[in-house]
């Protein structure tokens, strides 16, 4: 019966457009850039990330990671794209929507990494609030989460400049380069629609 079938998958752009970022899900093609801009910035990444698979920079990992983002969007439970740099279209980073929730709580989980190489620039910046948009906009979400550990004072930077509002701290909440790490949490709700919130 038509009442009790989920909503449809949403309708996803195949290009998110920023001021000075472009976002698309990841392709296979991607891999080498993707690669080299990993291994190269491997010490800036691996201190605030999950520990890194052995095979996490083989074309097999990789091509197994790009299955489960595309699997993730079939089913409307996480979304993942590529960042890349306007003008020169070089590949810079990622940002993904997990832990996507429907039904009351229609939230999302903001997750994101960049190329030692681009940060301290507001390419990040730029590309969350893509992702903002995109969230609140095409997904319909009522909410983003995000988290990120007290001494990473970028993230936090990111965070605040897209609109995040500190929420609390969590505790042991992410195990993070094999560790479980403290975070301070934030949220984003989607802007009031008539009044109300969307």
Known sequence: MAFLRSSTRPEVPSLLQGSRVWLR?????????????RAMSRDHLVPWEPLWPRDDLTRSGYRRRVRHYQREAREDQGYAFSIFQSGDDRLIGGVTLSNLRRG??????????????????????D??????EFSFDTLQLHRLD?????????????????????EGFAKSY????GAWEDHVLYGLVAPSVGGRSA
């Open 127 to 132: 590309a969350v609030k893509s992702i903002i």
């Open 104 to 125: 009351i709580t229609q939230a999302a989980t903001l997750g994101y990494w960049l190329g030692r190489p681009y940060t301290g620039q507001g390419l990040m910046t």
């Open 25 to 37: 899900q990841p392709q296979i093609g991607d891999y080498v850039a993707w690669a080299e801009l």
């Open 174 to 177: 992410l195990k993070i380069s």
């Open 146 to 166: 995000a988290a990120a550990m007290p001494v990473n004072a970028p993230s936090i930077r990111v965070l605040e400049r897209a609109g995040f509002e500190h």
